[in-house]
């Protein structure tokens, strides 16, 4: 699986990703869920459900199924419990790595292991549990849990709410355990005191982490951390401070600015097109070849590949309609161009003969 999807998302969708016998499916579902071809998604304990309506007006109906879990969810809570950075997580909205791990641990997996996990139907296609409106609602799940995380946890029979208030129980009636969720006692935290105190003081300068936020900064604006630190050496007063450091810290500000948008603008002029030795899918190569290339052609693609041009005709095809890969000209002339390239716009929607 290629940088495309997210952790999450990979973990979802493994199971059909990596079943040879649905990589057409696969294909086909994932461009209709691209397209917005998937409508009231809803995700209860244990089912999915929604509606796929095609461009030519089909509808039908799916519904995923999945046992939720529901002997492993105390341990997994007291867990979270004792845990701060799985408690901060939580209340956060995020499922990360180490929580599907503690599921794993307490024997139940979060995440489908095999198809066999899942129970899928389609009303427009009773017979086929994996077909391309069902394999679309895994990708359009897989986006919506990926946006919203604690979605998974609805699905699998239990609320982000139930669990937050299960855990905030353990922790007023004692059962967590603060020495295993690795917090150290009231008295050995350091007040914002210390800091002050010694913040004046020729030393080492503590670790800090921060972003830099691109917000526009005005000349009449103070400057409320400095102000905040108290009087300067001397009992010099804050404002007195901030008047001297205001200018100072303005032009930093400018001069940060400045390489930001020299470092940005490097970038993207030594970003490099993809390697065709490094690509890991048919997908990627194909991509890579293009950017390096500047375009490639059905017969160019089929006569590398050893395969009929038609078969490589469509592989190109595919890659535009997942926007991988813009398409110009018309019958034999037709080209395939990185998404990065200018295509004329007249020719944007042109398709092969």
Known sequence: MNGEYS??????????????????????????????????????????????????????????????IDDVWDAVIERLANEAALAADLLGGRVTERLAVVFEEEGHDLFPFDLRDIKTFCSGHPDDPNCIDAIAVHFDFAKLINAHPMTLFEFRGRAQAAVIEAMRELRQTGVADPAAAGEPPPST???????????????????????????HLNETDALPVVRALGPGPGETPP???????????????????????????????????????????????????????????????????????????????????????????????????PVSADAPSEDAAATEA
């Not at 461009?31 to 095609?54: D, E, H, M, S, Y």
């Not at 003081?201 to 503590?206: A, C, D, S």
């Not at 490099?272 to 890991?280: L, T």
Request: glycine share 6%.
């Open 189 to 215: 935290v350091e007040g914002a005191r210390a800091i002050l105190d010694g913040y004046w003081e020729r030393g080492v300068v503590p670790h800090l982490a921060f972003r830099v936020e691109r917000t």
């Open 7 to 68: 952790w999450l998302e990979k973990r979802w969708l493994e199971p059909i990703l990596q079943a040879n016998e649905l990589r057409l499916a696969v294909r086909r579902g994932k461009v209709v869920a691209r397209k917005g071809w998937v409508n009231n998604l809803k995700v209860r304990p244990g089912v999915i459900t929604a509606q796929v309506t095609r461009d030519s007006g089909a509808s039908c109906d799916v519904s995923v199924r999945m046992d939720p």
């Open 239 to 337: 404002e007195d401070v901030v008047r001297v450091l205001a200018p100072l810290m303005r032009t930093a500000r400018r001069r940060m600015d400045a390489i930001h948008d020299r470092a940005e603008s490097d970038a993207v002029e030594m970003q490099q097109a993809p390697d065709p030795i490094a690509a890991e899918s048919l997908d990627d190569l194909l991509v890579a070849a293009a950017h390096q290339h500047g375009s490639l052609t059905s017969g160019f693609v089929a006569k590398a590949l050893g395969i009929d041009p038609r078969e490589a005709r469509q592989y190109l095809k595919w890659l535009v309609d997942e926007g991988r890969l813009a398409v110009v000209g018309r019958a034999r002339g037709t080209k395939y161009l």
